[in-house]
């Protein structure tokens, strides 16, 4: 009894979601016609940017964490302390390569965006608005 009365449930909520979105989705196919032709591919160089900034900040709190890590090997007395220095050191390298693989994918992501941009504006000039 309990597993019909939760099934029943599930396809009520189920039904009144796809309902919602049935009636939801005509209002948000219709785009304003006062919107900029190339209003997307803006918004997605802008959102590219600012991504490839959070991107590099990272990679270069990573180049200082690896610099950092350099100065702890050197400076460590004991083997013991030089071993987990050589152990931060290996992290770090490597958390920086990651950092570096990420920048770089961001750096393309950038400019596949300003491409698609490019290549809508110069459409919006060939194709005068009526």
Do not use: I
Not at 6 to 15: E, Q
Not at 42 to 59: G, I, N, P
Request: overall charge positive; charged content about 30%.
């Amino acid at each position: 009894m309990r597993t019909s009365s939760r099934f029943a449930g599930s396809v009520a909520g189920l039904t009144l979601a796809l309902g919602t979105l049935a009636v939801a989705t005509p209002a948000v196919a219709a785009p304003p016609a006062d919107k900029p032709a190339c209003a997307q591919e803006q918004k997605q160089v802008d959102k590219a940017e600012d991504a490839l900034a959070r991107v590099t900040a990272v990679f270069e709190r990573q180049k200082a964490r690896v610099s950092k890590a350099k100065n702890e090997v050197k400076r460590s007395d004991t083997a013991t302390e030089r071993q987990a220095a050589k152990a931060e050191l290996k992290d770090a390298k490597a958390d920086r390569a990651k950092a570096a693989k990420a920048k770089t994918a961001q750096q393309q992501r950038v400019e596949h965006a300003q491409a698609r941009l490019d290549d809508c504006e110069a459409d919006a000039e060939a194709t005068p608005a009526s």
